[in-house]
């Protein structure tokens, strides 16, 4: 009885610990970033092996007391200072903030038990679109935006090798009644994915998840702002037959990406981890976007079957990233032809294809910089075996960002990327394809205000430049001005 009182005693303060870690878990830490801490050390080493179990005693305070010091913590707070590796970037850069940590294993802090993290951001700001000709209305936007993710992460570790899974619930700041929030989703989910493997030597893992990112663009341009997308034609009317947009960057993400195609697709990935400084993933990409009929999504179903493989080689002040994808997405269902009585194999196709690398330097704790070059292709090919001009194109990328430390907590970065698109569409009389192109620039600073608080203020411009196939149409350019001011909390 003693025992199991004493058993529960020590339970409710280790719950009430974790409450007030979470409660105030940020604010008292990162106001002088120390250059190494405990928890790091910790999640450079193996995991420990777990202890052996300790022998029966006669029942007492002593013996109780030593049973439940071998018991693993239920909850962990799996803050910034617990991220893996001692060199990613900067401290609070974009290389230190890096989502996918760079491919580091992250078996959050090597315990067993439920590690709970995440990250909140709003943005509010404004950008305008001018548009070179009289005939196509200027744009002027104001905004916020937000996206709050909440990440809970069990594992369970025995030895070196260990299970892990994650799950990241999120909540977007658009809330509105009608259907205008479908496309980021109201609430929705990130990460949802099962791991296995031995710490520092391999893993498999399974679910929606992210690739490794190669391309890298730095400060600004972050995912899912309205910058990012840079000067698009927004819904007016280019005047052109098919119509043109503003090309976004390539960075070897056709597949990268969580899957969004439907309802049955997702990942499946193999990382090795054969030396200190190199790493491999293998990404594969397969399912169905819709496997019973067109209904849900409005369009052909379609099955998906692609592969990433990714080589970092990462010395820390040095990093070198390598990658190359291919993707066919095919229909799932036969067509009858009526007139011979038979069944035939799907023949509309889309295939996707890639390669590209960037190399980055880190001069720790001043400054972190790099360059990035990628090019892809997409052949679509429709259902009587035609291609689709407008829809087979080649994009070039390439572009670089820097990061640099004014003083303590405050950064300054920059970036500028260029793309192209070409595509497969020649109008009568001409012989010149539909080209465009997007220059893409940002400036931003960064102050880490309060623990993990971060006050981001970011600036940026385009230019788009359109050159229809259409001889009928002239050549136009838009531009983009844009602001905004983030606050980011991580915890």
């Not at 590796?85 to 439920?114: K, V």
Request: charged share 20%; aromatic share 14%.
């Amino acid at each position: 009885m003693i025992s199991t009182a004493w058993g529960n005693f020590r339970r409710l303060v280790a719950l009430a610990t974790v409450s007030m870690s979470l409660a105030f878990g940020g604010a008292a830490k990162g106001e002088e970033p120390e250059e190494s801490s405990a928890e790091e050390a910790e999640a450079l080493a193996p995991p420990p092996k777990p202890k052996a179990k300790p022998e029966a005693k006669p029942a007492g305070a002593d013996a109780s007391a030593a049973a439940t010091a071998a018991e693993a913590p239920a909850f962990e707070h799996m803050g910034p200072e617990t991220f893996p590796g001692r060199l990613r970037g900067i401290e609070g850069g974009s290389l230190w903030l890096e989502p996918d940590f760079q491919g580091l294993q992250w078996p959050h802090n090597t315990r067993s038990g439920l590690g709970v993290s995440g990250n909140f951001w709003v943005d509010s700001g404004s950008e305008w679109l001018i548009r070179g000709t009289p005939q196509q209305p200027n744009s002027t936007l104001r905004f916020q935006q937000g996206r709050g993710v909440l990440r809970l992460t069990p594992a369970y570790v025995s030895g070196r090798f260990f299970a892990q899974a994650q799950a990241e619930l999120v909540g977007n700041l658009c809330q509105a009644a009608n259907s205008i929030c479908l496309t980021t989703g109201t609430f929705s989910t990130d990460d949802l994915w099962v791991r296995v493997g031995m710490w520092n030597a391999w893993d498999f893992k399974f679910g929606r998840f992210e690739g490794w990112e190669v391309y890298h663009l730095g400060m600004g341009m972050d995912q899912y702002t309205l910058e990012r997308l840079g000067a698009g034609m927004f819904g007016v009317d280019p005047f052109t037959t098919p119509k043109l947009e503003a090309p976004t960057f390539y960075g070897v993400n056709y597949i990268q990406y969580r899957p969004s195609d439907g309802l049955a697709v997702g990942h499946i990935a193999f990382h090795a981890y054969p030396t200190e400084f190199l790493r491999f993933e293998l990404l594969a990409k397969l399912g169905t976007d819709n496997y019973r009929s067109d209904n849900a999504t409005g369009d052909t179903p379609w099955n998906y079957l692609g592969g990433r493989p990714t080589l970092i080689f990462d010395v820390g002040w040095f990093k070198l990233r390598i990658a190359g994808e291919y993707q066919k997405r095919t229909a799932t269902t036969q067509t009858l032809d009526p007139g011979a009585g038979q069944k035939k194999d799907p023949v509309p196709a889309r295939m996707n294809k890639g390669v590209g690398g960037s190399i980055q330097f880190v001069i720790d704790p001043v400054v972190e910089f790099g360059v990035n070059a990628a090019i892809g292709k997409q052949d679509d090919t429709d259902a009587f075996a035609r291609q689709v001009l407008e829809n087979s194109f080649t994009t070039k990328s390439v572009g670089g960002f820097a990061n640099v430390r004014i003083f303590d907590h405050f950064l300054f970065g920059t970036g500028v990327n260029w793309t192209s698109q070409t595509d497969q569409f020649l109008a009568a009389g001409s012989t010149a394809n539909n080209f465009t192109s997007q220059l893409q620039w940002f400036g931003a600073f960064q102050y880490q205000l309060l623990g993990y608080l971060y006050v981001k203020l970011v600036g940026a411009y385009a230019q788009a430049d359109f050159l229809p196939s259409d001889l009928t149409v002239m050549q136009w350019q838009n531009h983009m001005y844009s602001g905004r001011l983030r606050l980011l909390y991580i915890y």
